[in-house]
């Protein structure tokens, strides 16, 4: 299945581009990376994508679908194939079902890399995460990477149950989250938890079978229900020759100052260390403001109290 739904999506996108759905002018800007450094150190990069800041301009629905499912400010919800097939007729979806959950694999538009898509719920489901479909999917799409970005932390719009997945082949070898030393937090048989050193928390789950894949599940959600403040977003990547599975996860809280970044809601773009701009003003505001952006991560870290909380559940879960 494997390779056959990457040649498909391949074929897809190709005839977004051929048509006109995607960008070509987007496709081409991400690979414009510029590394931002402090004291000789990598930050991170930064994506200058102009073409971007059209995602902000909403379609005029023309004509209304019948069944109009709409998200926040009225916007049909772009990512219903009721309101796809009316409103952008020439978008074109794959049809895939994964552990038995009808998926749509729709090409983004604004994309930041390469074969980047949205893996949309088939019909209006809200967005929840769902940890065993997402390491699913990494096995199934091995050069890809799969991203979730749970409610309320970076995905909140357009509130319909979706992942993302995309080729990393755009991004640096040295980019920052694969480079962040690590502090080992367990290893128990072929299971390994280790926490990044980076201003915003984020864990390395490494394992090989299925049971281990349960546990890290329980430890994500046990975490996630502990409190309503709790927030995640997750990498999933999955490597054939070593037969293992690699979990990038971020634990993120409500509480941060938005006003301390122009788009408000990072997600795992940013915290990996990837920010899109859209005007030179932009790039430059982020130059001058690298103390801001370390604060950024900071507030969007999980309070001390739920580190010590989320260890305490992996040392119970894997005890
Ligand atoms: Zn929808």
């Known amino acids: 299945m494997s390779q056959q739904l990457e040649s498909e999506l391949l074929k897809l996108y ?44 909403a379609d005029i629905p023309n004509p209304t679908p019948k069944h109009i499912i709409k998200y926040k400010g009225g916007i049909p919800c772009f990512l219903c194939m009721d309101n796809i097939q009316v409103q952008w ?33 088939g019909t209006h489901l809200p967005q929840i995460m769902n940890i065993p479909t997402l390491i699913t999917l990494a096995k199934t799409l091995p050069t890809h990477w799969i991203i979730q970005n749970g409610p309320d932390a970076g995905a909140t719009n357009p509130e319909h149950f979706h992942y993302q997945t995309f080729l990393p082949s755009n991004l640096p070898t040295n980019l920052p989250i694969t480079h962040y030393p690590t502090t080992p937090i367990i290893q128990k048989n072929s299971l390994q938890i280790d926490r990044l050193t980076h ?23 046990d975490y ?52 899109s701009t859209t005007t030179e003003s932009h790039d430059r505001w982020i130059q001058n403001n690298l103390t801001l952006y370390t604060q950024l991560m900071t507030d969007i870290a999980a309070p001390k109290e739920s580190e010590t909380d989320f260890q305490t559940i992996i040392s119970q879960i894997c005890s």
Not at 23 to 47: G, M
Not at 201 to 221: C, H, N
Not at 231 to 257: D, F, G, S, V
């Open 14 to 57: 190709q005839q977004q581009l051929e048509v006109g759905v995607i960008s070509q002018d987007i496709h081409n800007d991400i690979h414009k990376l510029t590394p931002i450094t402090q004291d000789k150190a990598l930050k991170f990069y930064i994506q200058h994508n102009p073409h971007r800041v059209l995602r902000g301009i």
């Open 89 to 121: 007729p020439n978008e074109q979806g794959h049809h895939c079902t994964i552990d038995d959950i009808p998926l749509v694999f729709l090409p983004n538009l604004y994309p930041i890399f390469p074969l980047h898509f949205t893996v949309a719920a």
């Open 199 to 221: 201003p915003a928390s984020i864990y390395r789950f490494q394992f090989k079978t299925r049971e281990e894949s349960q546990s890290v599940t329980t430890i994500l959600m």
């Open 224 to 275: 996630l229900d502990r409190n309503p403040n709790h927030r995640l977003n997750i990498l999933a990547t999955y490597c054939p020759n070593k037969a293992q599975w690699q979990l990038m996860a971020l634990l993120r809280h409500t509480e941060r100052r938005t006003d301390l970044y122009r788009s408000g809601q990072p997600g795992y773009a940013e915290a990996a260390g990837i920010i």
